[in-house]
Nanobody, 115 residues
Framework: QVQLVESGGDLVQPGGSLRLSCAASGTIFRLHAMAWYRQAPGKQRELVARISSGGMTNYADSVKGRFTISRDNAVNTVYLAMNSLKPEDTAVYYC?????????WGQGTQVTVSS
């Protein structure tokens, strides 16, 4: 059974930084594209950043230049480094794994950007 466990969400002031982690188990991590999505209250879930099994990345326009996605296949973990955080980044952030056949989701971690 595949499990994705996110951590690192917190309350942070505008302009601050956070790093989210997502630890995967029960699958061959290196074969999966990994992504971070977020969902704010009353809004649809949206893609934030994605990293392929080969390490290629892409980002939502709203986070380009501020967020960085990375992966460490040795420890089956994907990260999302978030800098220059804005109130509009407030959301529940979800980890996603996809191998082209199956897709898996974590339970989410709350990020709140507020003074």
């Amino acid at each position: 059974q595949v499990q994705l466990v996110e951590s690192g969400g917190d309350l942070v002031q505008p302009g601050g930084s956070l790093r989210l982690s997502c630890a995967a188990s029960g699958t061959i991590f290196r074969l999966h594209a990994m992504a971070w999505y977020r969902q704010a209250p009353g809004k649809q879930r949206e893609l934030v950043a994605r990293i392929s099994s080969g390490g290629m990345t892409n980002y939502a326009d709203s986070v380009k230049g501020r967020f960085t996605i990375s992966r460490d296949n040795a420890v089956n973990t994907v990260y999302l480094a978030m800098n220059s955080l804005k109130p509009e980044d407030t959301a529940v952030y979800y980890c996603n794994a996809n191998n082209g056949v199956m897709t898996y989701w974590g339970q989410g971690t709350q990020v709140t950007v507020s003074s």
